[in-house]
């Protein structure tokens, strides 16, 4: 029994519950989805009350409202191209989103829905499926020469073909796993050193001596999962404009 009681259920907290009362319960409305909802009203809450008051001389809010407009419309612009801006809602509230999610799982008591493969799943079929549509749109039966280099002896077409098609498909795979593993893994350690820290400081006077080391190493992972954060968003709404680079110009 005693060593049940010191179980650490790291993975306890991605579990899925109803928020908001009978409300959320008669709809399956879980905690996942209210953070999402909270992170659409802080996204557009940023960018109305940020551009609301249109000064010559910004202050904090207009000053970082514009400066995530200019992130990204610069990313779209300088990996896609002129017709980049085309994308820049799409991948604006894309990196916004999963930025928020990210985000808010950092505060006490709160969820982090990237942390989830189904939300990460779906946010990368969003992606791909939006790709594929661009190439097809712009391209026609032309796209599917993607699948096939130019200049390849016509010999290896029954290799070279598969692994191409493999290639594309994989591509929704590693957007939707990366970030989900950094999500997860974080969010384990976290609990894992503040089980820890609390063990120890359960054990008297030479537990709270003990208990400085786990507790060292939770600010630490707190700094280093803002980095994290950001990066993880970064790299989802990149590797989007560079998909849809390929999309655009086919290569």
């Known amino acids: 029994m005693a060593g049940e009681a010191h179980t ?4 306890g907290q991605f579990k899925l519950h109803t928020a908001l009362g009978p409300i959320g319960a008669s709809v399956n409305f879980s905690q996942s989805n209210l ?32 400066l995530a407009y200019d992130f990204i419309h610069k990313m779209c612009v300088d990996q896609i191209g002129e017709e980049g801006k085309r994308f820049f809602p799409f991948v604006f509230t894309l990196f916004f989103f999963v930025l928020f999610g990210n ?22 079929l969003t992606v791909i499926v939006l790709v594929t549509v661009v190439a097809l749109s712009i391209h026609g039966m032309h796209f599917f020469t993607y699948f096939w280099p130019h200049g390849a002896p016509k010999a290896l077409a029954p290799i070279i073909i598969p692994v191409e098609v493999i290639s594309y498909l994989s591509r929704p795979v590693s957007l939707s796993i990366r970030l989900f593993a950094n999500m997860v893994a974080g969010h ?59 999309a655009v110009h086919l290569h």
């Open 8 to 11: 650490i259920d790291a993975l």
């Open 35 to 66: 953070m999402m909802v909270v992170a659409g009203v802080l996204v557009l809450a940023l960018m109305y009350f940020g551009a609301k008051p249109r000064a010559v001389v910004p202050g904090r809010l207009q000053a970082a409202a514009e």
């Open 103 to 124: 985000l808010l799982g950092l505060l006490p008591f709160s969820f982090a829905y990237t942390s989830h493969i189904a939300v990460t799943a779906a946010l990368a």
């Open 188 to 246: 384990v350690m976290f609990e894992v050193f503040a089980s820890f820290m609390i063990m120890m400081a359960g054990a008297g006077a030479i537990g709270y001596v003990g208990a400085v080391g786990p507790l060292a190493l939770n600010v630490v992972l707190m700094g280093f999962e803002l980095l994290v954060a950001f990066l993880q968003a970064y790299v989802f709404a990149v590797l989007t404009c560079i998909y849809l680079h390929d």
